[in-house]
């Protein structure tokens, strides 16, 4: 049996901010997660590739306002961040 992948030690030395901001980073994360790992099956965001993190993007947040996605762009580029690449996304 797997353990559940950890989203808030993957990103915890990467937040700063207040405690309400860290919370949403991480519950935001965690929605990214669950929808790439229903869309693709890939649980861990060392198996994301950039296209999974723009079908998020751009299909998810299609129906969000302008400010939420906004949000999950700034997450995103900590996700990105956190794994050492220099993908480029924009809304």
Known sequence: MSTPFDMELFLAGMLTG??????????????????????WQRETPWGW???????????????????????YLLIVRLIVRRLGTSWVFDL
């Open 18 to 39: 207040s405690h309400a901001t860290r919370q949403r980073h991480f519950r935001q994360a965690r929605i990214i997660q669950t929808a790439i790992a229903e869309r």
């Open 49 to 71: 590739k950039r296209k999974h993190l723009n079908w998020f993007l751009k299909n998810r947040l299609k129906q969000r306002s302008d400010g939420t996605r906004y949000y």
